[in-house]
């Protein structure tokens, strides 16, 4: 018995699902760097450990077209990526226009919980679901 509550035990804290990643952006400075955060740190630290360019691919961001039925097809604005104490900093090549609507996309790839979960979920056409947060400077 004390053997299968330890198995019952030990599934249960295997089979839960990870909270929601509550992304955060904030124009700093003079409007010309964006601010990202709410992403743990450690995470952030592994990526930037294994690929410099790993910050792009999890934060991509957009300039928000007229048109917002078009918006997933844009380019992806270019710019600099700096990990600083847990926050990510973009600076773009060229500086945001004011007025004009941008967007970062983040696929939350944590919410699926296993890998099994994640096949099933994902497998169809199309992309993952993501959130998207506006900003303009």
Same mark, same amino acid.
């Given at each position: $018995?004390?053997?299968?509550c330890?198995?019952?035990?030990? /599934?249960?804290?295997?089979? %839960?699902?990870? @909270?929601?990643?509550?992304?955060? !952006?904030?124009?700093? &400075?003079?409007? %010309?760097?964006?601010?990202? #955060?709410?992403?743990?740190? #450690?995470?952030l630290?592994?990526?930037?450990?294994?690929? %410099?360019a790993?910050l792009?691919?999890? +934060? =991509?961001?957009?300039?928000?077209p007229?048109d #917002?039925?078009?918006?997933?097809?844009q380019?992806?604005? =270019?710019g600099?990526?700096l990990l600083?104490? &847990?926050?990510?900093f +973009? $600076? =773009?090549? !060229?500086?945001?226009? /004011?007025?004009?609507t941008y967007?970062?996309?983040y696929?939350?790839?944590?919410? %699926?919980?296993?890998?099994? @979960?994640?096949?099933?979920?994902?497998?169809?056409?199309g992309?993952?679901p993501?959130?998207?947060? !506006?900003?303009t =400077?």
């Amino acid at each position: $018995m004390k053997k299968f509550c330890l198995i019952l035990f030990v /599934a249960c804290i295997g089979c %839960s699902k990870p @909270e929601q990643v509550l992304v955060k !952006t904030q124009l700093v &400075g003079d409007g %010309s760097i964006l601010k990202i #955060t709410g992403v743990d740190s #450690t995470i952030l630290n592994d990526i930037m450990r294994n690929d %410099s360019a790993g910050l792009q691919v999890l +934060f =991509p961001i957009y300039s928000m077209p007229a048109d #917002t039925d078009m918006k997933d097809f844009q380019d992806q604005q =270019p710019g600099k990526y700096l990990l600083k104490r &847990g926050e990510v900093f +973009f $600076m =773009p090549d !060229t500086p945001f226009k /004011a007025k004009q609507t941008y967007f970062l996309r983040y696929y939350n790839y944590a919410l %699926s919980g296993d890998i099994w @979960e994640f096949i099933k979920i994902n497998n169809h056409k199309g992309k993952p679901p993501h959130a998207d947060y !506006t900003f303009t =400077p």
